[in-house]
């Protein structure tokens, strides 16, 4: 958390290298700071924090001790005593959490992958075995591992063994690309990237190469579908059988780091979001709670579990925390989706809008199957709109809970006790009792209840910067973030949302800035002036529509444009599904393109169109 960043930032500037920066390392023992060093450490202690420890004393202080002391002078730190005091944040850790065997049954199936079954037990084992053999090929507490996994069982054992060790995976969604993994690693300076050998007909495993190349604090490469490790290229698939217990002198604290979740961004580059175990352990409790989790639970993982919302929303953790069953699939066919859930009596899935849409033109096409074990479809990510909610509540015959939150750790649902006409028609309210929400106007003035304004929220599973203190703008001085939605507050007490302040495309529930679109459009040499809006779309809700001003060259067409972009390194799922040229960019009062104009353009375009 910060206290550790704040620490960790005075070794740094001391020259000492992050990968020694770990946790336990003691300052005079491991870090062999001299006299002079440790001199500069009590007097940037006592400048920043006004805190005066004594680094002479027998006692070899460790980073994380170091840490603690500088916690307790850092702003927030009353409300981290209160969130303590109130239960909110437990000394728990994620994966004992996740796969403890002294709770619930060791017996029971836990996790069922493609074409493997892990029960309780199974599954602690494998964790362990995996901490052990991570261990072994060098991963240390404190390194960041980038996880760019798709929904098999290997991700769900990497992730909660690379916890266990107190090394800190960062979750990395399987369908970004070159563009947008550069910044991630420039970000994170990752030690280990852990990736397909293919997925989806791309070569991760090629560019992962690269990026080794590239970014010299990257050693191992952990690849799945490969057998045999070589040329420090370690496979997953022999990492996760069970083995040797997990190593024991592993230092922990609940207020660490346990993993990195990405933004999906209001602008450019994802930032990471760094979560602590007793905040998102939080946030993974009162989700599941609300969402009425019990160990007879079956969770189907169908979004990327590299997701929020499908690995702790309550996802994948919350359902392995209250001791029931977690189920991957890929999100790409509803069929095999549908044959899963009558074959492992599913009872909770989460969707996007678009995908639920997809969903009901399968369930329709394919009828036989018995969905009667579904007790809750949970959709969020994006808007659900009232006519497709109750069609899924028809067509599978179960509760439809709706959800909006997001990755910076503020979740809302609907209650399952919430009237349909509830239900179908607000975006839900916090699952956790210490969440607070305030909805002002541009000012930051409180709008009236009832009135549109952006959603600001603080609490105790909601991070209150990101890492490396980056778009501190994102968060107002008192630490509530800043979510760039606009919603209104419901006579229910729900929240609806009614449209952003942020500059994002929602593409069926994957977010996509459109100023990171724009400045790579603007490379290509016909292009003069470039504008990204959303464009209505029947399945995804929004799609992707450029408008483009040519320059002397001649002004690419939709497939150029998409070559461009692809050949740039950006995700395939942010490409322009529409390329309209114009001889100028509509503008605004103070001179900024008017993309409301825009909008409204391609609304009208699309209606005439039919
Ligand atoms: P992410 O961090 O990727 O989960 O994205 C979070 C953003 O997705 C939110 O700030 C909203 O803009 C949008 N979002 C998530 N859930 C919903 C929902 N149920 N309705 C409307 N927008 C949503």
């Known amino acids: 958390m910060a206290g550790i960043e704040e620490v960790r930032k005075i070794l740094r500037d001391l020259g000492i290298e992050e990968e020694l920066l770990r946790d336990d390392a003691q300052l005079r023992t491991h870090l062999a700071l001299d006299s002079v060093d440790l001199t500069q450490i009590q007097v940037e202690l006592a400048d920043r924090f006004a805190t005066r420890v004594d680094l002479w004393t027998e006692h070899d202080y460790t980073v994380r001790q170091l840490a603690d002391i500088v916690g307790e002078r850092l702003p927030g730190a009353g409300a981290h005593r209160e969130y303590r005091d109130r239960g909110w944040w437990r000394p728990e850790f994620l994966d004992d959490l996740a796969v403890s065997t002294r709770v619930h049954a060791g017996h029971r199936v836990a996790l069922v992958g493609a074409d493997r079954t892990f029960t309780r037990t199974e599954l602690e084992a494998a964790v362990s075995g995996c901490a052990a053999r991570l261990a072994h090929t060098g991963v240390r507490p404190g390194e960041t591992v980038i996880v760019q996994l798709p929904n098999q069982v290997q991700i769900v054992i990497l992730v909660l063994a690379l916890i266990r060790l107190g090394a800190r995976p960062a979750l990395v969604l399987p369908a970004l690309r070159e563009h947008e993994l550069e910044s991630v ?31 010299p604090s990257v050693r191992t490469l952990l690849v799945s579908g490969i057998t045999g490790s070589a040329g420090g290229r370690v496979s997953i698939d022999e990492l996760i059988e069970a083995g040797p217990p997990a190593p024991e002198d592993v230092v922990r604290h609940p207020s660490d780091t346990a993993l990195f979740l990405l933004s999906s961004g209001t602008t450019g580059a994802p930032k990471p979001i760094a979560r602590t175990h ?36 309550p996802g994948i953790l919350g359902t392995l925390a209250g001791g029931g069953k977690v189920v991957l699939a890929a999100p790409e066919d509803a069929a095999v989706a549908m044959a899963l859930i009558e074959r492992e009596r599913v009872t909770h899935c989460a969707l996007t809008p678009a995908l639920a849409r997809q969903w009901l033109t399968a369930s329709a096409a394919l009828g036989s199957h018995d969905l009667s074990s579904l007790q809750v479809l949970q959709i969020g990510g994006a808007r659900l709109d009232e006519s497709t909610a109750t069609r899924l509540a028809e067509a599978f015959g179960c509760r439809i809970q709706q959800v909006y939150g997001m990755s910076e750790g503020q979740l809302n649902f609907t209650r399952l006790e919430d009237p349909p006409e509830v239900a179908f028609t607000t975006q839900g309210r916090p699952s956790s009792p210490g969440d607070e929400t305030l909805v002002v106007d541009g000012e930051g003035r409180r709008v009236t209840d009832g009135e549109i304004g952006e959603l600001l929220v ?46 994002v495309i929602n593409r069926g529930g994957e977010k996509i800035p459109a100023d990171e679109l724009e400045a790579l459009v603007l490379a290509h040499p016909g292009v003069r002036a470039a504008a990204a809006v959303a464009m209505p779309h029947r399945v995804l809700g929004e799609a992707v529509c450029l408008y483009v001003v040519g320059s002397d060259d001649a002004v690419p067409s939709l497939r150029e444009m998409r070559t461009h972009l692809e050949d740039g390194g950006l995700a395939r799922f942010k490409l322009p599904e529409r390329l309209i040229e114009v001889p100028e960019l509509p503008l605004t009062a103070v001179g900024k393109t008017d993309k409301a104009r825009l909008r409204d353009d391609i609304r009208a375009r699309l209606h005439t169109e039919g």
């Not at 993982?301 to 690995?311: G, M, N, S």
């Not at 209104?488 to 009614?498: L, P």
């Open 185 to 215: 690693l420039t970000a994170l300076t990752p030690t280990v990237l852990a990736v397909p050998a293919r997925h989806q007909r791309f070569d991760h495993l090629r560019l992962a190469e690269k990026l080794r190349e590239r970014h």
């Open 278 to 313: 007793e905040a998102l352990g939080h946030v993974i409790r009162t989700s599941a709670a609300v969402s009425g989790l019990t160990p007879h639970s079956v969770f189907l993982a169908v979004l990327p579990v590299t997701h929020a919302f499908a690995f702790s929303g």
């Open 458 to 503: 603080r609490g105790p599973g909601v991070i209150t910067e990101y890492h490396g203190s980056v778009a501190a703008a994102s968060f107002t001085p008192d630490g509530f973030y800043r979510t760039g939605d606009l919603v209104r507050r419901h006579e229910s007490g729900n929240f609806v949302v009614a449209g952003r302040v942020k500059d």
